[in-house]
């Protein structure tokens, strides 16, 4: 006969072992999947996009990819409609759909905040050297591409030209889609054309460091005419002396800024560990396109939309450290 006290000795341990067995493994923490709306397999947009996308995937519990698509212009229609929850687009773009909507659609786009200011891109404005263009004046009966129609590039391509007294009618516009720009240069088939891209987008290298086209400059008093006619925030920019090979003068031109996007409903602390790598992986992103290396949180959040709040906190904290 088993004594009590041996007894309950034997129970006690036979509860603990069983209890030991049925211990519940502690709940994982849900996977967050975020998709980053870049633009074509060529551009900047993407090639910063897997950059970041490959950083941000080592957050615990994040799962990133950046995703192509046709035209970086429709970029803010993903975020507001939810079809993606990060994006880059121009300052001046996302101002406008913001507070007007845009030509898809033309409610204000309300969901759409700021992580952060990346870089800044210029309107390129280039002419075959021998073509007898000294200034956006020549273009007048030249063949000029200017852009994918409904392109934030013919967009700027067209208030530069305006502002010269020129139009459709004044020259043969070319409006490259099926075919890529240094391929219609390379072919001979342009005088010139514009692009609307980050300094060293690889086409700009290709055609102006490789090709026999050089750079246009726009003068000052243009400029300041097309500030005042922009709807899209183009501001003064500098194309610096040797940022493509053969450049040997600093060019005049109008640029903006672009910014990394994301939907107003992401939580705050996501957002916050989403602001705090994008900066602590600057040099991958440089890596990835030489654009990035102008990512530098003194210039983040002079967003030209509000800042998402857990983007907002990243800065105060980082204020607050300094």
Not at 29 to 54: E, F, H, N, R, W
Not at 61 to 75: D, F
Not at 100 to 107: E, F
């Amino acid at each position: 006969m088993v004594k009590p006290r041996r007894f309950i000795g034997l129970l006690s341990i036979s509860l603990v072992a069983v209890m030991g067995g049925c211990q519940v493994e502690p709940a994982q923490k849900p996977t967050t999947t975020l998709t980053i709306a870049a633009g074509s397999a060529d551009g900047v947009y993407y090639s910063v996009g897997k950059a970041l996308a490959a950083a941000y995937n080592r957050l615990p519990g994040v799962q990133a990819r950046a995703e192509l698509g046709e035209m970086s212009s429709q970029n803010v229609e993903k975020i507001e409609t939810g079809a993606a929850d990060l994006s880059f687009d121009g300052a001046g773009h996302a101002y406008l759909a913001f507070k007007h909507g845009t030509q898809v659609d033309r409610r204000p786009h309300e969901r759409l905040r700021a992580i952060a200011v990346l870089f800044s891109t210029a309107v390129h404005i280039a002419a075959r050297r021998g073509s007898g263009i000294r200034g956006v004046e020549d273009f007048r009966g030249k063949r000029i591409a200017v852009g994918s129609r409904g392109s934030s590039t013919e967009e700027a391509s067209l208030l530069v030209l305006e502002s010269y007294g020129l139009n459709y009618d004044s020259f043969m516009p070319v409006f490259p889609l099926n075919r890529d720009l240094a391929t219609d240069a390379r072919e001979g088939i342009l005088d010139g054309f514009f692009q609307f891209t980050p300094l060293q987008h690889a086409v700009m290298t290709e055609v102006i460091g490789s090709l026999d086209f050089q750079l246009i400059p726009i003068t000052r008093e243009k400029i300041a005419d097309i500030q005042e006619r922009s709807p899209f925030l183009l501001k003064s920019t500098r194309i610096s002396a040797g940022t493509y090979r053969g450049q040997t003068e600093d060019v005049m031109t109008v640029g903006t800024d672009i910014l990394l996007l994301c939907r107003e409903d992401l939580p705050d602390q996501l957002v916050h560990d989403l602001t705090r790598t994008l900066f602590a992986a600057a040099p991958e992103l440089a890596a990835a396109h030489p654009a990035a290396a102008g990512i530098d949180p003194d210039r983040g959040p002079a967003a030209s939309i509000p800042l998402h709040p857990g983007a907002a906190r990243y800065y105060r904290e980082r204020e607050l450290l300094r």
